[in-house]
């Protein structure tokens, strides 16, 4: 079994910039796609940013293009999400998520219901 732990989530304000870390048990290059989404209240969780198993392809929601970055790191099984210029809408809880079977040269569904594992979320706030 793959185990996902997030890490970085917390209270900044409106316009700063945080990391959040997503660390595996188990070695995901060439094996996983790796993806972020969000779930803020009362709504679905939302698809934000892909990488392929290489780190070579990369994709993001139009909402945060241009904002969020995701990265990869092999060495470390740890897959990253930076966000900068933060908005009160970006609060939410994120999640990390693994997914199998994708083709080295994609980055995957991007759909919640497609996932194979899940890590258990951290929580962003962003205050105005």
């Known amino acids: 079994q793959v185990q996902l732990v997030e890490s970085g989530g917390g209270l900044v304000q409106a316009g700063g910039s945080l990391r959040l870390s997503c660390a595996a048990s188990?070695?995901?290059?060439?094996?996983?796609?790796m993806d972020w989404f969000r779930q803020a209240p009362g709504k679905g969780r939302e698809f934000l940013a892909a990488?392929?198993?290489?780190?070579?392809?990369?994709d993001y929601a139009d909402s945060v293009k241009g904002r969020f970055t995701i990265s990869r790191d092999n060495a470390l099984n740890t897959v990253y999400l930076q966000m900068n210029t933060l908005k009160p809408e970006d609060t939410a809880v994120y999640y990390c998520?693994?997914?199998?079977?994708?083709?080295?040269?994609?980055?995957?569904?991007?759909?919640?219901?497609?996932?194979?594992?899940w890590g258990k979320g951290t929580l962003v706030t962003v205050s105005s």
């Open positions: 990488i392929s198993q290489s780190g070579v392809y990369t």
């Open positions: 998520a693994a997914e199998m079977g994708v083709s080295r040269h994609d980055t995957g569904a991007g759909r919640a219901d497609v996932m194979d594992y």
């Open positions: 188990v070695r995901t290059s060439g094996i996983f796609a």
